[in-house]
Every structure is written in C-alpha cells, then in structure tokens.
C-alpha cells in the first residue's frame, strides 16, 4: 500500500470518492492546496489532502455553497476548531435549506395541482403546458 504522504492522484480519488476532475478543479479554484510534483510533474497528495477532500464532499453533499465550503476551510484548523464561525455558518445554511423546503413545497403544491386538471388525453389545452408558458410571479 502507498505511503500516506505519496499518494497519486487516482488512489486519492478511489480513497475520497471524489472525481480525478473535481480534484483538479478544486486545486485550481484554490479549495484544495496545490500538492508537490514529482521530477515528473505527477502529482503527489499526503493524508492532509485525504481528510480535506473528504471534509469538502461531505459539506457539498450536505449542501453548502462552494463559499461556504470555503469560508470552513479558512478557519479549520485540526488543533484550534473555529467552532463558533464554523456554527454561524452552519445556522445560515439551515435558513437557507428551511426556506428551500418551503419553496419546494411550494413547487409540489403547483404541479400537484396541475397534474390533476390534465387529462392527458390530447386535449387542445393543457394546464401542464398552459403552466410552463406562463411567466414566473
């Protein structure tokens, strides 16, 4: 088994579950720091990658904004945790998925509702159709 502190990049996705790309966008972005090359210009990832990639997909699927995920990373720090900001920014993100509940029920509300005016029989007028041609209120 590879050294935690040479690890190539395909090892590191197989490790992470995170995509060869998505590694690479997030060094080029700055989310993930730029490894060290070997005299061959490969690419060489330690254990500080792993755990980072691994904080990062975890706070993506929970769905914190690219910013977000950032403004974590500047005040993570595995010997001093920034509890406190890392909790702010966390409660902003509950308020923002509370209010994406809110809307999708919104949304499940509205197609419920014009699914069952559509006989789907092909009609002249659909409400399905007459729905998506209107504007947004």
Not at 113 to 124: L, P
């Amino acid at each position: 088994m590879q050294a935690e502190q040479n690890i190539a990049i395909g090892e590191l996705s197989r490790r992470t579950g995170v995509n060869i790309e998505t590694i690479r966008y997030f060094e080029r972005v700055g989310i993930l720091a730029k490894p060290p090359r070997t005299s061959a210009g490969r690419r060489i990832y330690g254990a500080d990658h792993i755990r980072t990639l691994g904080l990062v997909r975890r706070a993506r699927e929970l769905g914190f904004t690219q910013a977000e995920v950032r403004a974590i990373l500047s005040i993570w720090d595995p010997s001093e945790p920034g509890c406190s900001e890392a909790r702010d920014i966390a409660v902003r993100h509950l308020e923002h998925v509370r209010q994406k509940m809110v809307d999708l029920g919104q949304l499940e509300r509205l197609l419920s509702s014009t699914i069952a005016r559509c006989e789907g029989d092909g009609a002249t007028s659909c409400p399905v159709i007459d729905m998506l041609d209107q504007p947004r209120s």
